[in-house]
């Protein structure tokens, strides 16, 4: 995931590289990471640095939101970004990144290094609530047992509120008689 770029940055505004992107595995956070990334990356030269396409495609490890099985899904990816060279290519002198710029930087090695925006824009896309299966069951908040593996011995939860009123109900109906 990491592109020396110095020739893509001798070149003049509108050319165009292409590479490929390979990637066993990539952590994204603590218990989140995508495998067997594969795809392309296009560089094209602009006047202050260089435009990046990246279109990868694999697979995600997460866990079930309901559940915490853990689980595979599919995951393809598509953005792009214009890094800025923090220095000159040809006489290595510093180059002034414009202010308020929230580009990525290519830096003085000329390394073009695609994991931080990779990770930023896998996050955006991650699902929010994961499922293993669309009805799965989830978790017993009183025991903790996994209900997809049955009913466990909790029974039906009653909210406290209704007792109260189930109570007032009760002496209501007595003090009728
Ligand atoms: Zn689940
Ligand atoms: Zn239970």
Same mark, same amino acid.
């Given at each position: 995931m990491r592109?020396?770029?110095?020739h893509?940055l001798?070149?003049s505004? $509108? !050319?165009?590289?292409?590479?490929?992107?390979?990637?066993?595995?990539v952590? =994204?956070? %603590?218990?989140l990471?995508?495998? +067997? #990334?594969h795809?392309?990356?296009?560089v094209?030269?602009t006047?202050?640095?260089?435009?990046?396409?990246?279109?990868?495609s694999?697979?995600?490890?997460?866990?079930?939101?309901r559940?915490?099985a853990e689980?595979?899904?599919?995951v393809?990816?598509?953005?792009?970004?214009?890094?800025?060279?923090?220095?000159?290519?040809?006489?290595?002198?510093?180059?002034?990144?414009?202010? $308020? !710029?929230?580009?990525?930087?290519?830096?003085?090695?000329?390394?073009?290094? =695609?994991? %931080?925006?990779l990770r930023?824009? +896998? #996050?955006?896309?991650?699902?929010?609530?994961?499922?293993?299966?669309?009805?799965?069951?989830?978790?017993c908040?009183?025991?903790?047992?996994?209900l997809?593996q049955g009913?466990?011995?909790?029974?039906?939860?009653?909210?406290?509120?209704?007792?109260?009123?189930?109570?007032?109900?009760?002496?209501?109906?007595s003090?009728?008689?």
């Open positions: 592109y020396h770029v110095s893509e001798k070149q505004v $509108g !050319a165009r590289s292409l590479f490929t992107l390979q990637e066993e595995h952590l =994204l956070q %603590e218990g990471a995508l495998d +067997a #990334l795809g392309t990356v296009e094209i030269r006047n202050k640095g260089l435009l990046v396409r990246v279109q990868v694999g697979q995600g490890h997460g866990q079930c939101a559940c915490l689980l595979d899904y599919p393809s990816l598509r953005f792009e970004e214009e890094f800025l060279p923090v220095a000159d290519v040809f006489t290595g002198a510093p180059l002034r990144i414009p202010e $308020g !710029a929230d580009n990525f930087l290519i830096g003085a090695d000329f390394v073009l290094d =695609l994991h %931080e925006p930023q824009y +896998a #996050l955006m896309a991650e699902p929010l609530n994961p499922l293993c299966r669309p009805d799965c069951a989830g978790l908040p009183e025991c903790g047992r996994d997809n009913p466990c011995g909790c029974g039906p939860r009653i909210d406290s509120r209704w007792e109260a009123l189930r109570a007032l109900a009760a002496r209501l109906d003090e009728e008689e």
